[in-house]
């Protein structure tokens, strides 16, 4: 994975350059360019083919966003047709087009998001600057799986000594409330062991340091500066009004010089995921058919 | 050197009547391996952790302890910290961080190491240990012998030079416990670090060992050499029980000359006994002959026959599975795959294996927790499904699960004994009940206690209480030795008699073969989801030859049949009469 | 330098992000602060933590009580809204006090959504929960008198969580805040703010008891949480 060789740090940033411009502007171009970019990305990255689930109910939210709108909101000079006595309007329409393409692009890029930067990566980039919440997150992270099977384990042998039973529901709520109770003693006390090995391995100590096992490399720094630029030419743009747009009363975009620069440079920067990993995958055919 | 210097140590807790130590006084050189031991409950616990300033209990205190020279009052904290390492007996609860490498940085980071010298400390760390293969995996995805193996590892980036260890093997099975025990032993000959070790299960650790140190009831009792333990050995001292096999059998046949510890100076000890005997060893050669000749009473060998004769008729059996398929997940892998077994009423079955090998699934799915996918499963002759929900919890079946804390449901230990009655006897005879039930297991003192300040042995025990008052025909225990030292098992041992007695059928899970080997009827193994080898007791055991009990790899040809000390005693005397 | 770092940090760069955001996205100009708003409000706090001595066993047992409401939502994940996160926010708060109660609520949210996917929802989540969580700390001299108290609060704390996601729900698709789409969306989510409300009382009823009392002794036996 081309991804595993980047620091998360540039990772996250990266992710947060191609989803706010798409959230907070409202040209048409920014979330349909984003949506573009990340179903290219899906197509190489993804292991297995989305499931027909996922595909039914992305397209039923996307089909509620684009229907609520006009719905909703009757501004717009265009008018399709009447319902109820108000006035389905076609700006109305394509507003509510933008922005399901914006609420899919978004979800589906953190869906990226979510596969490279795992929770190990968040913590790094946490951990720098809020050490000891990181600490809190990992270990809670790390208690999760564990008092899932205690608890788990602590229902089983109830329902093994008769706590459970009968199926009737009030009796499982307050024999799952037992359980929880049960679980809330262990954890506790867990809790308490767990502390006693950190204080024996120097936990409360005066200068705790934060240990990554990412590095910030040449790579990171370049590929941070190139997109920092990039951004810094979008927001440039943006600011500019070169990338202004209004749906209502009638559709109407602005233009001036910056706006195909920006345009260009925000797409560069949604393509850079997808062309990173085609690139890669290049280099690597190319190394193993040299070996 | 003397790295550790304890001198006339006493403590007391709060609230207590007698001191929990008294009067302890010993040196630890630096570079050696002690092992302390003693009974449960004799103070080895409170002991390491005085020496652990982080973690010295409050109590009232006299006496010193000097750590290189350095009185503990002065110590800095960063040198106790870094120079004293401490592992204890839960493998989970040592683990802070989520992923592998995160807790191998978490002790340098307390320490404010910098970052490029922690980068090269954990990268050796995880060499050495051999854990660069699941260095990025979440910690929660371990064994529980990797989790030891990490907790340890993670104690050592920190280059202690003193690590104590309070039963580090206590929750491990038998595989990973060897593995533990033979990595802390390269760990202290390769780099030198000063040992001190609390253990109850001997028979591993002791050829490791330079000294013993031995405490009983808070006083120490012994500090000398290996060999020097010989003597206490020799006048029974209650810590025979946890010797090795060798040692244990040295003692019965009151052997003069040094102390055996390993199955082949057993065997050469024995072997000594035999060729010092006139009897041709031919007429040894029957093992039926040697079995009679070794259990005291034959009805052993005789139950196993009637069984054999009976096992066809179903109404004799408690529970008997058949083609039995399991998974958890339903594109996982089959946990039990074609498994049948037939346990007989009245006898008391063990089950062996080898972690995930599916004993537990197999335990579950008798007592009605889990259902199995195909198979058909009977208890008592009635068909598992046709039992409603919770019939089968209430007075059929009752489980002991391995962590006898998941059966206190109050704060109060006789109030879940209460509870368990609660449907199975009438209220009149309730407090009765419990009392006998108490009695029984000599549990009636722990009544009024909170389940969690009760020691393991004690939790146990109250666990068991509470289990039996649910009246089973069927007790199913999943692994009752874990972590208990040998005096429990004894009165465990006697606990399963009374059972039989009353005609409980037993099914016990355990890694413990000698537990097997001295109370079980029929031994079966689990092995590949299904059990192979079904066979009675003796029979599994001497025509095993790797899956065995110490005693009978000592014993070996020379006495086929003998699978315990006991039995190849009585073959000796057998055959000098 | 870290400390210099992280000053400059909360002083100037994020609030120069929110002015410079607003300026370059004043299209959206009521989505970007409604998300600054909860971003700004969330740091601070979570600095104040940083910045106290918690002693190992402080965190440890907020680190479980984390786990448990995580798993609470894991566990009644089919039930939409019926989640016991909020309960056990509140229950935390009320025994170890406001900081406590935040960071249980707004870490809750972080770990879980590491189960559920991170997103633009998990900074207002954070803000929602921790809230609630503070709130409740500052108050539990009152939220301790009575379990009805509680349990108005728990009510109380479900429709506000639910009439806050609105306001953002409406932002983020508006731009900006306009009542009619509002009072429709709150129309639309009622039986979620229902459940959500139910939920809460349902899961303090069960827990606040049991799960209180142990918090109670163990702060008490073990002197966690003096100093709030």
């Known amino acids: 994975m081309a991804y595993e060789r980047i620091h998360p740090a540039v990772l996250v940033a990266y992710f947060l350059s191609v989803m706010i411009p798409a959230v907070f502007t409202l040209h048409p171009m920014m979330p349909l360019m984003a949506l573009a970019g990340v179903v290219l990305l899906l197509l190489l990255t993804e292991p297995a083919p989305p499931r027909v689930r ?51 692009a978004v979800l589906l890029w953190c869906h990226c998001m979510n596969r490279f930067v795992t929770g190990e990566k968040w913590l790094a980039i946490l951990g720098r600057h809020l ?53 809330v003693t262990w954890s506790l006390d867990h809790a308490v062991s767990v502390s006693a090995s950190m204080k024996a391995r120097g936990y409360g100590l005066r200068g705790r340091t934060t240990y990554s096992v990412y590095r910030f490399r040449r790579e990171d720094a370049i590929l941070l500066t190139l997109l920092i630029a990039a951004d810094a030419l979008v927001l440039t743009a943006l600011a500019g009004k070169a990338l202004s747009f209004d749906f209502y009363p009638v559709l109407n975009g602005s233009r001036n010089a910056l706006t195909v620069p920006g345009l260009m440079t925000y797409g560069l920067v949604v393509l850079f995921a997808p062309i990173w990993e085609g690139r890669n995958r290049l280099l690597w055919n190319c190394y193993r058919s040299k070996i | 050197m003397e790295l550790l210097q304890v001198e006339n140590l006493t403590f007391t807790y709060p609230d207590a009547k007698k001191p929990a130590l008294t009067d302890v006084t010993y040196t630890v050189r630096e570079g050696t391996f002690t092992v302390l031991c003693g009974a449960s409950g004799c103070g080895k616990s409170t002991l390491l952790h005085l020496l652990k300033k982080e973690l010295a209990p409050f109590g009232k205190k006299s ?47 307390n320490l404010g190491t910098e970052r490029s010298v922690i980068r090269t400390r954990v990268a050796e760390m995880a060499t050495y240990f051999g854990i660069e293969s699941w260095y990025h995996k979440r910690t929660g995805e371990l064994s529980g012998g990797q989790k030891q193996l990490l907790n340890l590892a993670s104690v050592m980036t920190l280059s202690p030079r003193l690590l104590l260890l309070d039963e580090p093997t206590a929750q491990l099975d038998p595989i990973a416990a060897g593995n533990f025990l033979s990595m802390l032993e390269r760990v202290h000959r390769e780099l030198g670090v000063t ?75 024995l072997r000594a006994v035999c060729a010092s005997n006139v009897t041709p060893k031919a007429s040894l050669n029957n093992a039926e002959t040697a079995i009679s000749k070794a259990t005291p009473d034959t009805a052993d060998a005789a139950v196993s026959e009637t069984r054999k004769s009976k096992s066809a008729d179903s109404a004799e059996s408690a529970a008997s599975l058949s083609e039995v398929y399991f998974r958890y997940e339903r594109n996982g892998k089959d946990v039990l795959r074609d498994c049948s077994v037939d346990i007989q009423k009245g006898e008391h079955f063990c089950l062996l294996g080898g972690n995930g090998s599916g004993k537990t699934t197999l335990l579950h799915i008798i007592a009605g927790i889990l259902r199995p996918y195909a198979g058909s499963c009977r208890l008592f002759g009635k068909k598992l499904a046709a039992y409603r929900s919770g019939e089968l919890a209430n007075g059929i079946t009752a489980l002991l699960p391995q962590n006898p804390k998941d059966v206190f449901v109050t704060e109060c230990v006789k109030e879940d004994w209460l509870l368990a009655c609660k449907t199975t006897v009438p209220e009149a005879e309730r407090e ?55 005096r429990y098992k004894e009165e465990l041992l006697a606990v399963l008699k009374k059972l039989k007695d009353e005609s409980v059928t037993v099914l016990t899970v355990t890694h413990d073969l000698d537990f097997a080997a001295v109370s079980a009827d029929r031994v079966g193994l689990c092995f590949d989801g299904g059990v192979t080898a079904v066979k009675p007791t003796h029979e599994f055991f001497t025509e095993n030859s790797f899956y065995t009990t110490a005693a009978c790899r000592i014993a070996g040809k020379m006495f086929p049949g003998a699978i315990t000390c006991e039995e190849i005693v009585e073959a000796v005397k057998g055959e000098q009469a | ?21 607003a300026v370059v996205f004043r299209e959206r100009f009521y989505a970007w602060i409604a998300l600054a708003v909860a971003v700004l409000s969330v740091l601070p706090l979570l600095y104040a933590f940083e910045r106290r001595d918690s002693t190992a066993k402080e965190l440890m047992v907020l680190a479980v009580m984390i786990a448990l409401s995580v798993i609470g939502r894991v566990v009644f994940y089919a039930i939409p809204g ?13 025994a170890f006090g406001g900081e406590a109660g935040f960071m249980v609520g707004s870490l809750s949210a972080v770990v879980s959504n590491f189960y559920f996917g991170q997103g633009p929802w998990t900074p207002f989540q954070m803000f929602s929960w921790g809230i609630i969580g503070l709130l409740a700390g500052l108050l539990r001299g009152l939220l301790k008198k009575h379990i009805a108290i509680l349990c108005i609060y728990g009510a109380l704390a479900g429709i506000a969580y639910s009439l806050t996601m609105d306001v953002w ?60």
């Not at chain 1, 399709?80 to 700006?91: D, K, P």
């Not at chain 3, 019926?82 to 009320?94: H, Q, S």
């Not at chain 3, 932002?171 to 306009?178: C, T």
């Not at chain 3, 606040?208 to 100093?227: H, N, Q, T, W």
């Open chain 1, 54 to 104: 996922t595909i039914i109910w992305m397209s039923l939210l996307f089909l509620a966003v684009v229907i609520t709108n006009p719905l909703f909101n009757h501004r717009g000079r265009t008018e399709l047709f009447f319902l109820n006595g108000h006035a389905i309007t076609l700006e109305a329409v394509l507003f509510g087009l933008r922005n399901a393409a914006c609420v899919i």
């Open chain 2, 432 to 486: 009765e009940t419990v009392r006998r039930t108490a009695e029984m297991l000599g549990a009636t003192h722990l009544a009024d206690c909170h389940p969690y300040d009760l020691s393991g042995g004690e939790q146990q025990k109250a666990a068991l209480v509470k289990v039996l008052l649910r009246k089973p025909k069927l007790l199913l225990l999943d692994e009752p030795t874990k972590g208990l030292d040998a």
């Open chain 2, 195 to 269: 040992v001190l070790i609390a253990e109850h299960r001997l028979e591993d650790i002791l050829p490791m060992a330079d000294r013993v140190l031995v405490l009983t009831d808070g006083a120490l009792t012994l500090d000398g050499t290996v060999d020097s333990l010989a003597d206490a050995v020799r006048e029974g001292h209650p810590l025979l029980a946890g010797m090795p096999a060798a040692a244990r059998l040295w003692k019965l046949l009151g052997m003069p000359g040094d102390m055996p510890l390993s199955v082949t100076e057993g065997r050469e000890m």
């Open chain 3, 82 to 94: 019926f989640k016991p996160v909020t309960a056990i926010t509140v229950i935390v708060a009320v």
């Open chain 1, 131 to 183: 050490p000891k919440t990181a600490l809190l997150v990992s270990s809670a992270m790390r208690l999760v799986p564990l008092l899932r099977k205690r608890g788990e384990e602590m229902r089983k042998s109830q329902q093994a000594l008769g706590l459970y039973g009968d199926g009737d529901a009030m009796r499982q709520l307050s024999g799952g409330a037992k359980v929880f109770s049960m679980l």
């Open chain 2, 63 to 109: 006496g010193s302890i000097r750590f290189d020279g350095t009185d503990y009052e002065s110590l800095d904290s960063r040198v106790s910290a870094s120079q004293i390492g401490i592992l204890m007996q839960d493998p989970d609860s040592q683990i802070v961080a989520d992923v592998v490498w995160q807790e191998l940085a978490f002790a340098l980071e």
């Open chain 3, 1 to 21: 330098m870290k400390k210099t770092l992280t000053i400059l940090l909360l002083a100037v760069l994020i609030p120069a992000i929110v002015v410079i955001g």
């Open chain 3, 169 to 228: 729900t409406v932002l983020w698709s508006e731009g900006a805040f306009v009542p009619k789409e509002y009072a429709a969306a709150v129309m639309a989510a009622l039986p979620l703010t229902a459940v959500y409300a139910v939920s809460n009382v349902v899961f303090l009823l069960l827990l606040a008891g049991p799960v209180g009392k142990k918090l109670e002794r163990i702060k008490k036996k073990d002197g966690l949480f003096l100093s709030e």
